[in-house]
T-cell receptor, first 113, second 116 residues
Framework: DSGVTQTPKHLITATGQRVTLRCSPR?????VYWYQQSLDQGLQFLIH???????AKGNILERFSAQQFPDLHSELNLSSLELGDSALYFC????????????FGPGTRLTVL | AQTVTQSQPEMSVQEAETVTLSCTYD???????LFWYKQPPSRQMILVIR??????QNATENRFSVNFQKAAKSFSLKISDSQLGDTAMYFC?????????????FGTGTRLTIIP
């Protein structure tokens, strides 16, 4: 158990819908990262938050957004869902920036029908 | 932009044998970190080993060791005395040493099967 929690574990929804994925980092970790793992694209970095502020963006679609709250939990919002958004979404956290190990949550499996 | 290449999509080895997974990367950075992550069938991402580019000494963690060749931009993982629990996808990953940009760039992975 990495100490990072993600809810829900599985999510099945329809095209055009909106969903919210939730992540709670390890106690004391200020950085939260979101990654997408799909068959087509492999493991891709989406976005990084540090202590409530957005630090870096990867190949994140405009339909996707994220935020980190004062209690450091983070949410990834996916809207106008398409079939191609079906993937495993990971959240990872680390204590400090700069080469620290990122601890991954168990992931949320999103299926868009 | 950084790229990470894992040229072996699948490998298999007998239990107790030694196996080496290959990884090459491309970067213009001089300071960075390299990682190997393991993803078993449970899908959990688990850090296996970490290497700082400024360190010449190869990292080791029990049965896992790396061969880091900075000039060749090569970072292979050696698993000694392989065990059934080592069956998993293995991902090589790169991270710049740069405040505010600590994303991991992953390779496409190598599926390793340990045969009893």
């Amino acid at each position: 158990d990495s100490g990072v929690t993600q809810t829900p574990k599985h999510l099945i929804t329809a095209t055009g819908q909106r969903v919210t994925l939730r992540c709670s980092p390890r106690s004391g970790d200020l950085s939260v990262y979101w990654y997408q793992q799909s068959l087509d694209q492999g493991l891709q970095f989406l976005i990084h938050y540090y202590n409530g502020e957005e630090r870096a963006k990867g190949n994140i679609l405009e339909r996707f957004s994220a935020q980190q709250f004062p209690d450091l939990h983070s949410e990834l919002n996916l809207s106008s869902l398409e079939l191609g958004d079906s993937a495993l979404y990971f959240c990872a956290s680390s204590v400090v920036q700069g080469g620290s190990e990122q601890f991954f949550g168990p992931g949320t499996r999103l299926t868009v029908l | 932009a950084q790229t990470v290449t894992q040229s072996q999509p699948e490998m298999s080895v007998q239990e107790a044998e030694t196996v080496t997974l290959s990884c090459t990367y491309d970067t213009s950075e001089s300071n960075y970190y390299l990682f190997w992550y393991k993803q078993p069938p449970s899908r959990q991402m688990i850090l296996v080993i970490r290497q700082e580019a400024y360190k010449q000494q190869n990292a080791t963690e029990n049965r896992f060791s790396v061969n880091f060749q900075k000039a060749a931009k090569s970072f292979s993982l050696k698993i000694s005395d392989s065990q059934l629990g080592d069956t998993a996808m293995y991902f090589c990953a790169f991270m710049k040493q740069y405040f505010g940009n600590e994303k991991l760039t992953f390779g496409t992975g190598t599926r390793l099967t340990i045969i009893p």
